[in-house]
């Protein structure tokens, strides 16, 4: 069983930055590719970023080159950098790690990004 609980959300204005965080209760290395997602209020929830054990990362082509998926293996932590926000990035970004060799996928509470003037 693996817990995630993410924080750093909040409210921030076009064009501003916000940093997320995601504290996973037990090592993230080899066995998960960990990832962000995020649902906007009636819409589904879509992929943000993944990143495997190895730092490969894939993103949204919404979200190329503004925002960064990194992670801290050693602190078991998962991070996202979001930079140039836009008003559709609003959205409560959940944080998922998902089990290579069993398919099983793990959410964390959801934090709430807000971009607004």
């Known amino acids: 069983q693996v817990q995630l609980v993410e924080s750093g959300g909040g409210l921030v204005q076009p064009g501003g930055s916000l940093s997320l965080s995601c504290a996973a209760s037990?090592?993230?290395?080899?066995?998960?590719?960990m990832g962000w997602y995020r649902q906007a209020p009636g819409k589904q929830r879509e992929l943000v970023a993944t990143?495997?054990?190895?730092?490969?990362?894939n993103y949204a082509d919404s979200v190329k080159g503004r925002f960064t998926i990194s992670r801290d293996n050693a602190k078991n932590t998962l991070y996202l950098q979001m930079n140039s926000l836009k008003p559709e990035d609003t959205a409560i970004y959940y944080c998922?790690?998902?089990?290579?060799?069993?398919?099983?996928?793990?959410w964390g509470q959801g934090t709430q990004v807000t971009v607004s003037s």
């Open positions: 998922n790690a998902h089990h290579m060799a069993s398919g099983r996928d793990y």
């Open positions: 037990t090592k993230i290395f080899s066995p998960y590719i």
């Open positions: 990143i495997t054990s190895g730092s490969t990362t």
